[in-house]
């Protein structure tokens, strides 16, 4: 598990300081109007990044009840294969706002 959450820390670090150097219009510039701008897949990032914590919480405290939630499993190498679309879930999707990019960008 410390190798899987250093991975993390070093990922958000590559994204923090790729993004840094984007101004503002950049930041927040949409290269289509039905495509997120890079502003707004950060703030993805961010919601599905605390729901996701929140869903493991969930899920070692199912797999202690005598009565588990069913749900469907998805395998991991289709979510991270990017050739494959799939729709975000409401609860992810960023706000239409306009986005200031701060330094100080914590999870």
Known sequence: MD???ENLIKTREQLLNE???????EF???FEMNKWSIAQVCHH??????LI??????????????????TEHIPIRFVSDRSNK???PKITEPV???????????Y
């Open 86 to 88: 799939i729709q975000a």
């Open 19 to 25: 993004i840094s150097s984007l101004s503002f219009d």
């Open 3 to 5: 190798k899987f959450e």
């Open 45 to 50: 990032l961010v919601i599905s990044e605390s």
């Open 96 to 106: 239409p706002n306009l986005f200031k990019f701060c330094k100080s960008f914590n």
């Open 53 to 70: 914590a929140k869903a493991i919480v969930f899920g070692l405290d199912q797999k202690n009840q005598k009565n588990p939630t069913k």
């Open 28 to 30: 927040n510039r949409r």
